[in-house]
Nanobody, 114 residues
Framework: QVQLVESGGGLVQAGGSLRLSCAASGSILSLRGMGWYRQTPGKQRELVARIISSGSTNYADSVKGRFTISRDNAKNTVYLQMNSLKPEDTAVYYC????????WGQGTQVTVSS
């Protein structure tokens, strides 16, 4: 089992920045990757960014050049640095981790005002 605890969401004006954190605990050595997803009401959850065990990353086209995913292995934590935020980035952001199954955090609200 893996537990994920997110932090760092909030309200920010367009053009601003936020950093999300996701601390993992439990059977973390089994993890093959971690990432961030987001969801707005009435829409499917979508991948924002992912980092795999090799360190390779991938991003949704809508956030490339603005968001950066990184990890601190010593702290078992993954970060999502979000810059140049836009109102359309408003969503609940979920931390995700996967091995042979997926794990989810509780979600953190990000609201970008225009």
């Amino acid at each position: 089992q893996v537990q994920l605890v997110e932090s760092g969401g909030g309200l920010v004006q367009a053009g601003g920045s936020l950093r999300l954190s996701c601390a993992a605990s439990g059977s973390i050595l089994s993890l093959r990757g971690m990432g961030w997803y987001r969801q707005t009401p009435g829409k499917q959850r979508e991948l924002v960014a992912r980092i795999i065990s090799s360190g390779s990353t991938n991003y949704a086209d809508s956030v490339k050049g603005r968001f950066t995913i990184s990890r601190d292995n010593a702290k078992n934590t993954v970060y999502l640095q979000m810059n140049s935020l836009k109102p359309e980035d408003t969503a609940v952001y979920y931390c995700n981790a996967y091995s042979f199954r997926e794990y989810w955090g509780q979600g953190t609200q990000v609201t970008v005002s225009s």
